[in-house]
């Protein structure tokens, strides 16, 4: 059979497919390796719930400003009690709201356009790093466990097509309070 198979495979010029040991062994270890990414990506989106930056909606960059839009009043919306919402807006070359002030231990949504040009949005010490595109909606979550301040800064060299001049100025700040601040400022 095999003299066959063999004699066959000279006669159409194929090669005699040989899989050495070693050939073999380091086959098993790849796919062993393909499994194993898959399955701690899978415990990592699913079990832990880490989240990639994604595209939440496409948004049409010229009705922001429409009184319907919640970009149109862009800031932080309290949705139950440690629970917040951010929708923010980059533009050349500056973010809107500038500053966000948050009791510590805040979870907070952000919702993040662009109205001009690509930018980014990246928050120091937290899991926030994302690209915001115009024409759609870029969001990811985090909790502030710690007070103090955190630099928002943009990482994209946005102003694309025109001068870039402004870029390493676009920054914000995201001011976490601890408990006896926020009570003395009520
Ligand atoms: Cu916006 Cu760089």
């Known amino acids: 059979m095999s003299t066959h198979e063999h004699s066959a495979a000279e006669q159409s010029g194929l090669p005699d497919i040989h899989i050495d040991r070693y050939e073999g062994l380091w ?8 499994v194993v990414f898959t399955v701690a990506v899978g415990i990592s989106s699913f079990a832990w719930g880490i989240q990639l930056p994604g595209a939440y909606q496409r948004i049409d960059p010229k009705t922001l400003n429409d009184p319907s839009s919640p970009f149109a009043t862009p800031g932080l919306r309290e949705l139950a009690p440690g629970k917040y919402e951010a929708y923010m807006t980059a533009q050349v070359w500056s973010f809107t ?13 952000f919702y993040v356009t662009a109205r001009d040009v690509l930018h980014g949005f990246k928050i120091a010490e937290t899991n926030i790093n994302m690209m915001v595109v115009p024409g759609q909606v870029s969001t990811l979550k ?3 466990e710690k007070p103090g ?11 694309a097509g025109g001068p870039t001049i402004g870029h390493h100025t676009m920054y914000g700040q995201i001011i976490v309070e601890g408990v006896e601040e926020t009570a003395a400022t009520q």
């Open 142 to 144: 985090a909790v502030f």
């Open 149 to 159: 301040t955190y630099n928002l800064i943009c990482h994209e060299y946005c102003g």
């Open 27 to 34: 086959i098993r270890i790849s796919l062993l390796t393909v």
């Open 97 to 109: 709201p500038a500053e966000i002030r948050l009791p510590v231990g805040a979870e907070v949504t």
